[in-house]
C-alpha cells in the first residue's frame, strides 16, 4: 500500500526559512532509516507558495491561473513523502517517529493503485492502460 504524507507549511516556510542545521541533520537520519528499510519511494520539501501557482478550472472557460504566495496557511503543504507500507497501521508507525516539533500535524492519505478503479473498469482496458504507463514512468529514471 503506497501512502503520501502531507507536511504542513507555516509562516517560516512560507518566508523561505530554512529549518536549523540540527533538526535538518535528525530528519536526515529519520529518512535514512525509512530508505534503509526500503519505504521510502520520494519524499521532498516544497518552495514557498511565492513561486508557485493555483490553477482554477471553469465551467466552460479557460482555466484561470492566480501566481502565489497564497494566504490561506492552513490548507499550504511544505512538503511530503510517498511511502509504501504493508498497511496505514504500518505508515502510521513509521511516520510517528519523525522528529517534528510538538504542535506538528501530518495528514495521511492512501494512494489510489489501478486495482481500486476495478468497479469503474469493468473489461480491466483502463487499468491496463495505467499500468503501461507506470511502466513508462519507472524505465525513465
Do not use: C, Y
Not at 521510502?40 to 520539501?45: F, I, K, N, S
Not at 508557485?52 to 511530503?80: H, I, Y
Request: hydrophobic share 40%.
Amino acid at each position: 500500500m503506497r501512502f503520501m504524507i502531507l507536511v504542513p507549511g507555516d509562516k517560516d516556510s512560507e518566508a523561505g526559512i530554512l529549518p536549523d542545521e540540527k533538526f535538518l541533520t535528525e530528519m536526515g537520519k529519520f529518512n535514512e532509516e525509512m530508505v534503509k528499510a526500503g519505504v521510502v519511494l520520494a519524499g521532498e520539501g516544497l518552495h514557498p507558495t511565492s513561486k508557485g501557482a493555483r490553477v482554477r478550472f471553469n465551467a466552460g472557460k479557460k482555466a484561470t491561473v492566480t501566481d502565489g504566495p497564497f494566504t490561506e496557511s492552513k490548507e499550504l503543504v511544505a512538503g511530503f513523502w510517498l511511502i509504501q507500507t504493508k498497511s496505514k497501521e504500518e505508515a502510521i508507525e513509521w511516520i510517528t517517529r519523525a522528529p517534528f516539533p510538538e504542535g506538528t500535524v501530518l495528514e495521511i492519505r492512501q494512494v489510489f493503485d489501478p486495482e481500486d478503479f476495478a468497479p469503474s473498469d469493468p473489461s480491466g482496458e483502463l487499468r491496463e492502460k495505467e499500468q503501461e504507463l507506470r511502466a513508462q514512468v519507472t524505465a525513465t529514471k
